[in-house]
C-alpha cells in the first residue's frame, strides 16, 4: 500500500528537479492552508450557533452578544489567517 | 498557468513601483493612498468640527455618529466609562482603517492599502506600546508581569503550562496577531477580486459573452468586500480596546 503511494515520487524524483520543486511547493501551500482552516472553521461555526442560541433566548442581551460574537470570531479566524500567510511565505 | 489561463504572481499584485524617491522612502501607489487618506480623515473632522451646531447637521451628523459609535459600542462594552480619554486614539485608528479600506476598493484604485504587511503592523505596533506602557503605569511593572504570567484563580498546576502561552501570547504573539488578521484579510479580498478580473478579461477577449458571469461575480465580491472593510475596521479597533482595557482593569 505505502509502496504504491510513493510510487509517483520515484517517478518524480526521476524528472526535471525544478518543475518538481514548483509542484511540491503548490501542493505543501494547498496543504497548509487546507489545514489551517479546517479548525476555525469549526470553531467559528460553534461561536456563531452558539451566539445565535444566546440571542434567540435574550433578545434585549442581543447587543452584547453581538460584541462578544465578533471577538470570539476575531480570535478563532487568527488562526486561519496564519495559515493563509504562511502559505505565501513557503517558496520553492 | 491555471486551466490556460495565465494568472498574474502575488508579488505582481501588491507590489509597486516607487513613483519618486527609492528604498524604503519611495513613496508608491499604498503610500499615496495613505497620505489621501490621511488627508480625507482630517479635512473630514475638520470640517465637522468648524461649526459645533446644536443640531447637527451634514458631516457633523457622521461625525457624531462615528464618535457615538466608537463610544457606545466599543469604549463602553469593553472598557467601561474610564476608558473613553482613549477616545481620540481609537477613533483615528478606526477612521483611518475604515477610509484606508473604502479608497482601497474605488474602481480604478482597487489596491488596499492595508494588504501591505508594514501599514497595519505600524498600527498594531502603536497599540503595543500604548497598552504596556499603560499597564506597567497603571499596576507597576512587577505586578503587571505577575498578572500576566500567572493569572489568577487557576490551579497552581495549571501555570506549568499557561506561564509560557500567556507569556508569550501577551508580549510577542498579540501584536502579530492583530496586524495579521488585518492585513490577511484584505490580501486575501484583493486577490479574490483580482481572480474574477483575471477570469473576466480572459473571457471577454475569448469569447465576448462569457465575462458576464464572472463579472456578475466580481460586482457581487465588491459589494461584499465594503462589508470585510467595515468589519476588519470595527474589529481592530475593538480589540485595541480590549488589550488597553485589560491592561488599565487586570483580573483580580
Do not use: C
Not at chain 1, 509542484?23 to 479546517?38: F, N, P, S
Not at chain 2, 501577551?170 to 488578521?181: A, D, G, K, N
Request: proline share 6%; hydrophobic share 60%; net charge neutral.
Amino acid at each position: 500500500m505505502l509502496l504504491h503511494l510513493l510510487a509517483p515520487l520515484h517517478f518524480f524524483a526521476t524528472q526535471d528537479s525544478g518543475e518538481l520543486l514548483k509542484g511540491l511547493t503548490a501542493v505543501g501551500r494547498g496543504i497548509v492552508y487546507g489545514g489551517a482552516a479546517i479548525g476555525p472553521g469549526i470553531g467559528i461555526g460553534i461561536v456563531v450557533g452558539n451566539a445565535i442560541t444566546a440571542m434567540a433566548r435574550q433578545p434585549e442581551a442581543a447587543g452584547m452578544v453581538r460584541t462578544t460574537m465578533f471577538l470570539g470570531i476575531a480570535f478563532t479566524e487568527a488562526l486561519a489567517l496564519f495559515g493563509f500567510v504562511l502559505a505565501f511565505i513557503i517558496s520553492g | 498557468m491555471l486551466f490556460g489561463l495565465d494568472f498574474p504572481p502575488v508579488s505582481h499584485l501588491v507590489e509597486w513601483p516607487a513613483i519618486w524617491g527609492s528604498g524604503a522612502l519611495a513613496i508608491n501607489k499604498v503610500v499615496l493612498e495613505m497620505f489621501l487618506t490621511a488627508v480625507l480623515v482630517i479635512a473630514f473632522f475638520m470640517i465637522a468640527g468648524r461649526r459645533r451646531a446644536l443640531v447637527p447637521t451634514g458631516a457633523q451628523n457622521v461625525a457624531e455618529a462615528a464618535i457615538e459609535f466608537v463610544q457606545d459600542g466599543i469604549i463602553m462594552q469593553t472598557m467601561g466609562p474610564d476608558g473613553l480619554r482613549y477616545t481620540p486614539y481609537l477613533l483615528t485608528l478606526f477612521t483611518f482603517i475604515l477610509t484606508a479600506n473604502l479608497i482601497g476598493l474605488v474602481p480604478g484604485i482597487q489596491m488596499p492599502a492595508m494588504a501591505r504587511y508594514a501599514t497595519p503592523l505600524f498600527m498594531a505596533v502603536m497599540t503595543y506600546l500604548i497598552y504596556n506602557v499603560v499597564a506597567i503605569v497603571k499596576q507597576g511593572p512587577l505586578k503587571y508581569l505577575r498578572g500576566v504570567m500567572f493569572m489568577p484563580g487557576v490551579p497552581k498546576a495549571m501555570y506549568v503550562l499557561l506561564t509560557p502561552i500567556e507569556f508569550f501570547t501577551v508580549f510577542l504573539i498579540q501584536p502579530f496577531s492583530l496586524s495579521l488578521r488585518l492585513f490577511a484579510n484584505l490580501l486575501a479580498g484583493h486577490l479574490i477580486l483580482v481572480t474574477f478580473a483575471v477570469l473576466t478579461t480572459a473571457l471577454w477577449e475569448a469569447t465576448k459573452v462569457g465575462f458576464v458571469l464572472p463579472f456578475a461575480l466580481l460586482v457581487a465580491l465588491t459589494g461584499f468586500e465594503l462589508l470585510v472593510a467595515f468589519l476588519q475596521a470595527y474589529i481592530f479597533t475593538i480589540l485595541s480596546a480590549v488589550y488597553i482595557g485589560r491592561a488599565m482593569h487586570p483580573e483580580h
